[in-house]
């Protein structure tokens, strides 16, 4: 609830309140808990719920038990975002990172069982590849890279009027180090054509409806961005095997995208000769309309496109919101990203009156989150909204308000807000 102070578009209530209500009606259990937020549905004796759904639930929420803080969106699939104030790590941690599932978490990650896993790269390419977990990290060049992971639909809630899905407020986002291969090199083994234009992504998340035919997601990226060196196809996050909950025991970070890129569960990329057409490839999941709309327009299917890039952004990590604090000198921290590299971060205390520049660290790497730091010195005790504004390279900044209103909520790159009193 930090990314806007007023809450009005991320609280009980608020214009999404009536989203939520539909949900309920909709998707029942699963959606009760996200409005409370309260894991319960493992706890519920059998027979108050389908019992493999209850099930379901509850193996998928032994996977998220090592989580530290995170607040549960939905727990089927499960969803979690980070409170600004528990990124405040350099390199997010694995029990700080956001977890977005569309299905279940498969039985062999929660097992954490890889035995037999192999990778199939086919398509377009001149030689397809079965790639063993072996022959991925001996036949290739071994990288360890710290990228920023980010839902495209972070941000979300303070759309108004607001837009159906989970509620992220300014927590779908972290920056751990991964290991693994670059996926430009796999695919250059496997020899793209001429033909190829875009990847799709597959992975062995059951679908929630149980149907073994269906597949919960499946998305892809252009061709040219999955041949530049930054996507890794990755085992290890901060030097340990990924976690079930995060792909055990391969996954893709594909950074500067929307996270829905970064197929977690890895067993597949299929090189198209069109633009992938998975699940949630289509319709209004990561599509924008193509021109801008007015705030609740039904904007038709057919205009609708791909979500490509995600937008510059900067989030206050220290101190925490609605934070008390002694005296009139204030120590800000946080992280800024884009795609690419962040030129410059501004801090305000009034409200965007004034701005002053904060100090900006270069990335660990290109992706990676670069660190800001700001003392502000306050005119006098009382309280204060501190801003973030980051600025790319080419110019971008972020905008004080929800920009782009757009009908599943993608995109949000407004400032970051938090409060604090002072004195
Ligand atoms: N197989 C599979 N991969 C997936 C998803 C999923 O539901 N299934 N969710 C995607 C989305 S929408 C996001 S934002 C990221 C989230 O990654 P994380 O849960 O590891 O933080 O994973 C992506 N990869
Ligand atoms: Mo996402």
Request: a negative charge; charged letters at 20%.
């Amino acid at each position: 609830m930090d990314g806007n102070f007023t809450d009005d578009t991320a609280g009980a209530g608020g214009p999404n309140d009536r989203d939520r209500r539909r949900f309920l009606r909709t998707t029942g259990l699963a959606a009760l808990s996200a409005t409370v937020a309260v894991p319960f549905a493992r706890f519920l004796p059998e027979g108050m719920a389908p019992i493999g759904m209850a099930h379901a639930a509850g193996a998928d929420m032994d996977a998220y038990q090592f989580k530290d803080g995170l607040t549960l969106l939905n727990d089927r699939p499960i969803n979690a975002e980070t409170p600004a104030h528990l990124l405040d790590d350099k390199v997010t941690p694995a029990n700080r990172l956001f977890i977005r599932n569309n299905g279940r978490v498969p039985e062999h990650a929660l097992a954490m069982d890889a035995s037999g896993w192999t990778l199939t790269v086919d398509g377009e390419v001149d030689q397809a590849l079965d790639l063993t977990l072996d022959q991925l990290e001996s036949d290739f060049e071994v990288i360890t890279r710290q990228l920023t992971l980010e839902c495209g639909g972070n941000g979300r809630a303070f759309f108004v009027p607001g837009a159906s899905g989970n509620q992220w407020t300014t927590g779908a986002v972290g920056c751990p180090e991964w290991t693994g291969v670059r996926l430009r090199d796999v695919l250059n083994a496997a020899g793209v054509r001429d033909t190829a234009v875009y990847t799709g992504h597959f992975g062995t998340d059951p679908h929630l409806s149980g149907d073994p035919e269906k597949l919960p997601i499946s998305r892809g990226i252009p061709i040219a961005k999955a041949l530049e060196e930054d996507a890794l196809i990755a085992w290890a996050m901060n030097g340990e095997p990924l976690p079930a909950i995060h792909g055990f025991p391969l996954r893709l970070v594909v950074p500067g995208y929307p996270g829905s890129a970064s197929q977690k569960w890895l067993t597949r990329i299929r090189v198209r000769d069109q633009v992938h057409d998975g699940p949630k490839m289509g319709g209004y999941s990561y599509r924008l309309p193509a021109y801008p709309v007015a705030p609740g327009t039904e904007v038709p299917e057919s205009d609708m496109v791909v979500m490509e890039t995600m937008p510059v952004k900067s989030l206050i990590t220290s101190p925490a919101t609605r934070a008390q604090v002694d005296g009139l000198t204030l120590d800000i921290r946080g992280h800024a990203w884009a795609d690419g590299d962040v030129a410059a971060v501004h801090v305000s205390h009034d409200f965007g009156q004034t701005w002053a520049e904060a100090n900006l660290e270069a990335p660990a790497n290109r992706y990676a989150w670069q660190h800001f730091s700001a003392t502000v010195d306050l005119p006098q005790a009382g309280y204060y909204e501190i801003w973030s504004r980051a600025t790319d390279t080419q110019g971008r900044t972020q905008p004080v308000t929800t920009p782009g209103w757009n009908p599943r909520g993608y995109g949000n790159n407004m400032v970051h807000r938090i409060a604090v009193l002072a004195g």
